[in-house]
């Protein structure tokens, strides 16, 4: 945060930094028209999943957009829909389309996907970027 607090006064803009829980933040109270979520979902576990998706729910509005990038089952080693990272050693979960859709689907349609390949080392690792729109409630 204080490299980004830095980076934002360089260029002369405003920004708020939280650090919060992402399953449980009552200090945002108003719903934002877009909400990032560039690779934190795919390592919150099952069991805390509700709140991130309760938090998202409440966050946004109706046509809000949501853009979500989550580790891939396309790649090998998540056949089994996990993984633990060599280098955090936590569990980091793989979705697909169809995970997100089950997720997501009661709130949010998928209106763009893009599938990125990569290798780091000699593992090779897949991440699925997805954009997407708050329906009608």
């Known amino acids: 945060?204080?490299?980004a607090r830095a980076l934002a006064e360089k260029e002369k803009v405003t920004v708020d930094?939280?650090?919060a829980d992402i399953t449980g933040?009552?200090?945002l109270?108003?719903?934002f028209d877009f909400v990032l979520d560039f690779s934190t979902f795919h390592i919150i576990p099952e069991a805390q999943r509700s709140g991130y998706l309760r938090e998202l729910q409440r966050l946004t509005h109706p046509?809000?957009?949501?853009f979500l990038r989550v580790f891939s089952k396309r790649a090998?080693?998540?056949e089994l829909g996990f993984f633990r990272s060599d280098t955090t050693k936590e569990i980091t979960y793989a979705f697909n389309r169809g995970d997100i859709e089950q997720l997501f689907g009661a709130w949010f349609t998928i209106s763009q996907e893009r599938e990125t390949?990569?290798?780091e080392g000699n593992k090779k690792l897949a991440l699925d970027e997805y954009l997407m729109e708050r329906s009608q409630e």
């Open 29 to 31: 109270k108003n719903p």
């Open 1 to 3: 945060i204080r490299e």
């Open 76 to 78: 090998p080693q998540h």
């Open 117 to 119: 390949d990569f290798t």
């Open 17 to 19: 930094f939280i650090l």
């Open 63 to 66: 046509g809000s957009q949501y």
């Open 25 to 27: 933040m009552p200090e």
